[in-house]
């Protein structure tokens, strides 16, 4: 059973930073293509920013340039560092692991931004 544990959110104020990580446990992360979800209050989740298993990312357009995602291999872990941080970043922030037919999430970490 592969487990996701995200730690790194909090309040920030408008133009901050923060760094999210995603702790995999349970399975062979090397494998695993790694994303990080968010789902703002009365909105629906939606895609963030994603690495494959060959380290291939993507980005929300809403996102770009502002928030980098990375994994580390020996850690087992994937990242996400937001800057300039914008109160419409305001969410739980949510990681989430795929391959073939698993599908697995973590129980989100939550974001506030707001002056």
């Known amino acids: 059973q592969i487990q996701l544990v995200e730690s790194g959110g909090g309040l920030v104020q408008p133009g901050g930073s923060l760094n999210l990580s995603c702790v995999v446990s349970?399975?062979?992360?090397?494998?695993?293509?790694m994303n990080w979800y968010r789902q703002a209050p009365g909105k629906q989740r939606e895609l963030v920013a994603g690495?494959?298993?060959?380290?291939?990312?993507n980005y929300a357009d809403s996102v770009k340039g502002r928030f980098t995602i990375s994994r580390d291999n020996t850690k087992n872990t994937v990242y996400l560092q937001m800057i300039s941080l914008k109160p419409e970043d305001t969410a739980v922030y949510y990681c989430?692991?795929?391959?073939?037919?698993?599908?697995?999430w973590g129980q989100g970490t939550r974001v506030a931004v707001s002056s």
């Open positions: 349970g399975g062979i992360f090397m494998f695993l293509n």
């Open positions: 989430n692991a795929r391959a073939a037919m698993l599908n697995y």
């Open positions: 690495v494959t298993n060959v380290n291939q990312t």
